[in-house]
């Protein structure tokens, strides 16, 4: 089986969220639902040493949708099976005649993947912009990044290319859903479980 | 912004076959579709990284992949004021804009790059169908400012209009009508143009000089160099062994992906390029893509680069055959002649000087916040590493000292002989390659008198009082008459981009002192709420125009069609169609329109441009085409390139013909200007402290130096009423933890940030990001007074103040005290 995934290039991401904005026009999505997410880690200290400061501060982007994983935490939980891994692609959908918005897969992500939608009552996500890809296209994000620092494609491939890195903080351990997603860090990238950074946006309660 | 004023976003219950339907994609393609990714198992050759072919392919394909079923599309160009109007593709379907794609023709590389629309571009759709769009004619019903409106006739508007100007007119004379700086729409025929066109045919208007973006820098340039401040091209950089830049963040202001900032990248990833950026922020084009980020107090910039000359000078470092040669005023020999003795630069900086004062790198470390030791290494660096190539972004010189701070980053390669070479740059910003794009033709202003862009609430307030030597009044000794008719056209200047917006909404309600105001607008912005008639303009996506790549597209250029993708809605009309209404009421129309439709005067235009660029295809084929992109149009990739190879032959527009290290004209000015106590104007670049800095006693009572950030998230203040860029680029106050944690405030606290102007309700953002001792707002946010002194809008112009810079009269918009506080 293929697998498709995506490659983010940590290190020319510049926080601008394009690839956001291109999604959600793409897919018409409201305020407070994102299929792609995009944040900030930062930290580091100041000190003042005869009046001048010093410090070390780090700051990264890191810009996650659905990794379509290769043990996906969101079809594992769903009491109705409506969140199924395609055979041909690995890609995971969701079969809204199935979904009865329990809610239960976007509590199990622990990417934010899974994005409810109010009005229809039912959890929607990142299908990897699969009209596109079968029209020979790239998803809305890759295409719209002005960086060009995100890549869409059989991710056995991807990792050959850059590398088999999949989470630096703050994502999860990618032991967790083992996503289908290679990163290229950034100079400041921190690993998993770094607690230096905070968080921006702060994640919503 | 509510599900509800989506246009497009109307899921009822369906499955994800009908969502693609949705999205153009029939049943039977899905099926098909599965069934092909099934056979073939591996995408397409685009999918693959890198290469001609690659991009080709990719090209080509994304076309077929945007398109759906009952889908067309259109060209269009966010045409704002970043510098870039990238062009956009505009998808539509039933008569809506559904969709943007970005523009994706020939092959994308870094010298050849897809000119993709950065994250307000890419929200279009939500700005084109706003709710706050304007509909229809409106005249004022409520007091000026409080932004009640009745509906009135395009009739009733102009012959409104045609009174008021001819009432003005006759009254005060032409010199009374000012043309306000607006800087909203960059289209080329039905933009600003008309205007100024219909203006002119009525004898003429008070224009300004100078912009809120970069007025300090290109006033104070030329001094030195004798021409503006415009440096070598972003692609020079890759020859450069170090790039060192002050208050410039090109992945911000620059985002376009086919502009100037990718051009950055580009250069940076062709290796060999070591980079150090100087700033009070850690900006996104760091996030460690710099080599080194040096954080400085704002306003300090000229104090670093004197400790580094400093150090230079007294370690020999500098290069003295080139100052000889090519410069004026280094040292004594080279002062021209009336200079005072000891008035030169190597003088003042060793504290032999008038000042007597070294500008040690401890001294400079005690102004800036830098440490001594980081300028002493930045000093071996700069003086040991070649090329050199030093530039700066406009931030540096909105300041109260910005026209010190300008040349001041100026001598860093002049001390070090890096002008002129392969790799080096003047310390301006980076160039930028201009087609001459020809636009509808404005005619001749018959009007002498010229403002200083920032100086129009005093020509309102106290018009007839502004001279030549103490306001930096244009063309005539003295302003004839106060401005008694606004007009303000796309721009958003009168209400929000403005300093001391307090100050600024008396002067304007007062209907004695300016008794008419026109806006032409698309949004209902806070300037638009002052109008006395008010005009809705068309967005670019509903008119037919064409725009060119502007001041930031780097290298490449282009020109995109406007070809009116929809339809407009209501009654909404082209600035070319308003103003030729209006001149029909002076009996001016054959003369206005010279016969020519709008669409025929597009025509007309492109051919003028055609001529001028011959390897442009007819205009037939450009429209058919939508979009038309050259390369290699630029001819001066290395500033002052000439200059260095003949500085005899090729002499600069300095009265010197060198390179004015001492300005002569300057210290005219400085001997005859009126100056306010504190304002400095000097013939040697240098640190001047000012109002308002960290150093002035203001700062006891308001500690905290406060500037505006160019976020991604709007351009000035366009874009700001796009509910997508608002949820992802939130508007809040950037504070250090080290601050933070004295006022015990932490990210999301409501605050006030407050001074003696005004007060702005923000919430906190605690970020180490941002050094210790100052605040950033994002500006642009629409100011929104709550009546009782404070703006709940968090715009940064409630805070900043009108006191003008002294040489360029301009905008000192990073100089500001403030504190900060739980609200």
Redesign the interface.
């Known amino acids: 089986m293929?697998q498709?995934g995506f490659f983010v290039d940590l290190?020319?991401?510049?926080?601008?969220?394009?690839c956001?904005?291109?999604c959600?026009?793409?897919n018409?999505l409201?305020?407070?639902r994102n299929f792609r997410r995009?944040s900030e880690y930062?930290?580091?200290?100041?000190k003042?040493?005869?009046?001048?400061?010093?410090?070390d501060?780090?700051?990264?982007?890191v810009s996650i949708a659905c990794n379509h994983c290769a043990k996906p935490a969101c079809v594992e939980v769903c009491p109705k099976g409506a969140l199924a891994k395609r055979a041909?692609?690995g890609l995971v959908?969701?079969?809204?005649?199935k979904c009865i918005g329990c809610r239960d897969c976007e509590d199990a992500c622990p990417y934010d993947a899974p994005q409810y939608?109010r009005?229809?009552r039912?959890m929607t996500k990142c299908?990897g912009c699969?009209?596109?890809?079968?029209?020979?296209?790239?998803p809305s994000c890759v295409?719209?990044?002005?960086?060009?620092a995100i890549?869409?494609?059989?991710v056995a491939?991807l990792r050959r290319?850059h590398g088999s890195l999949a989470a630096v903080a703050p994502l999860a351990d990618a032991a967790t859903t083992l996503p289908s997603l290679v990163l290229k860090p950034?100079?400041?990238?921190r690993p998993v479980g770094d607690t230096r950074g905070?968080v921006?946006?702060?994640k919503a309660e | 912004m509510s599900e509800k004023t989506l246009p497009c976003a109307d899921h009822g219950e369906y499955s994800m076959v009908e969502h693609l339907e949705r999205q153009g994609v029939s049943r039977r393609e899905f099926m098909t579709a599965c069934s092909v990714m099934t056979a073939t198992m591996t995408l397409p050759a685009l999918l693959r990284s890198g290469g001609a072919e690659a991009a080709e392919t990719a090209a080509g394909k994304a076309a077929a992949g945007a398109a759906g079923a009952g889908e067309t599309t259109a060209w269009s160009s966010c045409v704002v004021n970043c510098g870039s109007r990238c062009p956009l593709k505009v998808v539509v379907k039933d008569g809506q804009v559904i969709r943007i794609e970005p523009e994706n023709t020939g092959v994308d590389s870094c010298g050849t790059p897809h000119v993709r629309a950065c994250v307000r571009g890419r929200s279009m759709r939500l700005r084109l169908y706003s709710e706050e769009r304007l509909k229809t004619p409106m005249k004022r019903v409520g007091a000026r400012g409080e932004g009640k409106f009745e509906r009135i006739s395009w009739d009733e508007a102009f012959d409104t209009i045609a009174a008021a100007l001819k009432k003005t007119i006759d009254q005060y004379g032409n010199d009374a009508i000012y043309y306000q700086y607006g800087s909203g729409t960059y289209q080329l025929v039905a933009g600003r143009a008309p205007n100024f066109r219909l203006l002119n045919l009525l004898g003429g208007y008070l224009d300004q000089y100078g912009t809120y973006s970069s007025a300090q820098i290109r006033e104070a340039m030329p001094y030195t160099y004798g021409s503006g401040g415009n440096g070598s091209y972003m692609t020079e950089v890759a020859n450069a062994k170090l790039y060192l830049s002050f208050g410039n963040s090109p992945l911000n202001t620059r985002q376009s992906g086919g502009g100037k900032g990718y051009e950055w990248q580009c250069a940076k990833d062709a290796g060999g390029v070591r980079t150090i950026l100087v700033d009070p922020m850690y900006t996104d084009s760091m996030l460690g893509k710099e080599d080194e980020w040096v954080p400085i107090r704002p306003g300090t910039d000229a104090a670093l680069c004197e400790g580094i000359a400093y150090v230079l000078i007294t370690e020999n470092k500098v290069d003295q055959a080139f100052l000889d040669t090519y410069c004026v005023g280094y040292d004594e020999k080279t002062l021209p002649a009336g200079a005072p003795p000891k008035s030169d630069y190597k003088n003042y900086i060793l504290g032999h000087g008038a000042d007597k004062l070294a500008k040690t790198p401890a001294w400079a470390s005690q102004i800036t916040g830098v440490p001594v030791s980081t300028i002493v290494r930045l000093a071996h660096l700069i003086g040991d590493t070649k090329p050199l190539f030093v530039s700066q972004g406009y931030g540096v010189q909105r300041q109260a000292n910005g026209e010190q701070s300008v040349r001041a980053i100026a001598m860093l390669p002049i001390l070090t002989g890096n002008i002129g070479l392969p790799g080096t740059n003047t310390g301006a910003r980076e160039g930028d390659v201009e087609l001459g794009a020809v636009g509808l033709p404005v005619g001749k202003n018959s009007v002498k008198a010229v403002l200083p862009f920032f100086l129009w609430t005093d020509a309102i307030a106290r018009g007839t009082e502004m001279t030549a030597k103490r306001d930096g009044i244009r063309g005539v000794d003295k302003l004839k008459a106060p401005i008694k008719f606004m007009w303000n056209y796309a721009g958003n200047v009168l209400a929000n981009q403005h300093s001391d917006l307090n100050r600024t909404d008396a002067i304007l309600r007062d209907e004695k002192k300016c008794e008419f105001v026109l806006v032409i607008e698309n949004q209902m912005t806070p300037s638009a709420r002052y109008a006395d008639i008010l005009l809705p303009d068309l967005m670019a996506q509903e008119n037919f125009d064409y725009a060119a790549d502007g001041y930031a597209s780097g290298t490449g250029s282009f020109l995109v069609a406007l070809q009116q993708a929809v339809k407009p809605r209501y009654e909404e009309k082209s600035s070319y169609e308003i103003c030729r209404g209006i001149a029909k009421r002076f009996g001016l129309e054959e003369k206005f329109t010279e016969g020519r439709t709008q669409e025929q005067w597009v025509e007309w235009c492109y051919n003028e441009t055609r001529k001028k660029n011959p390897e442009l295809p007819d205009f037939a084929q450009f429209q058919k085409q939508g979009i038309a992109k050259m390369y290699g149009k630029g001819k001066a990739n290395i500033a002052l390139e000439g200059f260095r190879k003949d500085p005899v032959k090729n002499k600069l527009g300095t009265p010197s013909g060198k390179i004015e290290i001492y300005s002569a004209r300057l210290a005219k000015i400085a001997a005859e200007w009126e100056l306010p106590p504190g304002d400095v104007i000097s013939p040697l670049p240098q640190y001047v402290t000012t109002w308002e800095s960290h150093l002035d006693a203001k700062a006891a009572k308001y500690p905290l130096q406060l500037y505006g950030l160019h976020g991604h998230g709007r351009t000035h203040s366009t874009y700001h009423n796009v509910a997508w860029l608002r949820e992802l680029h939130p508007d809040a106050v950037l504070i250090n933890p080290v601050d933070a944690e004295k006022r015990k405030l932490k990210t999301g606290d409501a605050v006030r940030v407050f001074n003696d102007r005004g007060t702005v309700l923000l919430p906190a953002r605690v970020t180490p990001r941002i050094m210790p001792g100052v605040v950033a707002i994002p500006q642009g946010a629409w100011y929104k007074p709550n009546g009782k002194g404070v703006d709940e809008g968090g715009c940064i112009n409630t805070l900043t103040s009108h006191r003008p810079s002294p040489l360029a009269k301009a905008n000192p918009q990073h100089t500001n005290l403030v504190d900060v506080a739980k609200a």
């Open positions: 293929t498709l290190s020319k991401c510049t926080g601008c969220k394009t956001q904005v291109a959600k026009d793409k018409n409201e305020v407070g995009v930062a930290g580091g200290s100041w003042e040493v005869h009046g001048a400061w010093q410090q501060v780090f700051a990264y982007y041909d692609n959908l969701i079969d809204q005649q939608n009005a229809i039912r299908d699969i009209d596109r890809i079968s029209a020979g296209a790239q295409d719209a990044c002005p960086q060009r890549e869409f494609g059989d491939e290319q950034s100079r400041n990238s905070t921006y946006p702060p």
